[in-house]
T-cell receptor, first 112, second 115 residues
């Protein structure tokens, strides 16, 4: 089978930096995506990593190590509006080339 | 607003009834996906269309579920003989191009409650 592990909850202070980790197990691997979902809202695409290394998009960065089956999402200069659930999602031959297998999500709470 | 739209936003139905949901993807997107999400979980893949062709379907998807995408535009998801376990948020997403299945644009979802 396949699996994704990420922490269920993280709390961080406004203005700080937080890292949300994701480890995956799957047969074959195409890439790791990150999505943000506010309560009552739709998931929104944040980033995608197919190759090892860091991808930066504004305050958000995502990292992938294929050899370790591990990735993380880094959020800098946290704002209150960043309070949301964050999902990692893997695409692989096991999921089907066109599908995403989502983790259970990490609920981030940003406190003043 | 040119995002993905879904209708209805909420549906309450009695067990055993049939329900149908509609999804209108972003107009230039040729790929359309249906997911189901329950509280505290990530979206769970149900089925995928490329244009009008249904190319992938989750092995977990009951025969009571059927989806169509006539003419490669909007899509409908029908659940027959609903069960309480079908209560969930049903999300539709779309994307464009061969290499962008990882970047999907989600609609606001249809929340189904089966009583």
């Amino acid at each position: 089978g396949q699996s994704l592990e990420q922490p269920s909850e993280v709390t961080a202070v406004e203005g700080a930096i937080v890292q949300i980790n994701c480890t995956y197990q799957t047969s074959g691997f195409y890439g790791l995506s990150w999505y943000q979902q506010h309560d009552g809202g739709a998931p929104t695409f944040l980033s995608y990593n197919a190759l090892d290394g860091l991808e930066e998009t504004g305050r958000f960065s995502s990292f992938l190590s294929r050899s370790d089956s591990y990735g993380y999402l880094l959020l800098q200069e946290l704002q209150m509006k960043d309070s949301a659930s964050y999902f990692c999602a893997v695409s692989s031959p096991q999921t089907g080339a066109n599908n995403l297998f989502f983790g259970t999500g990490t609920r981030l709470t940003v406190i003043p | 607003d040119t995002g993905v739209s879904q209708d209805p936003r909420h549906k309450i139905t009695k067990r055993g009834q049939n329900v149908t949901f509609r999804c209108d993807p972003i107009s230039e997107h040729n790929r359309l996906y249906w997911y189901r999400q329950t509280l505290g979980q990530g979206p769970e893949f149900l089925t995928y269309f490329q244009n009008e062709a249904q190319l992938e379907k989750s092995r977990l998807l009951s025969d009571r579920f059927s989806a169509e995408r006539p003419k490669g535009s909007f899509s409908t998801l029908e659940i027959q003989r609903t069960e309480q376990g079908d209560s969930a948020m049903y999300l539709c997403a779309s994307s464009f191009g061969r290499t962008s299945s990882y970047e999907q644009y989600f609609g606001p979802g249809t929340r189904l409650t089966v009583t």
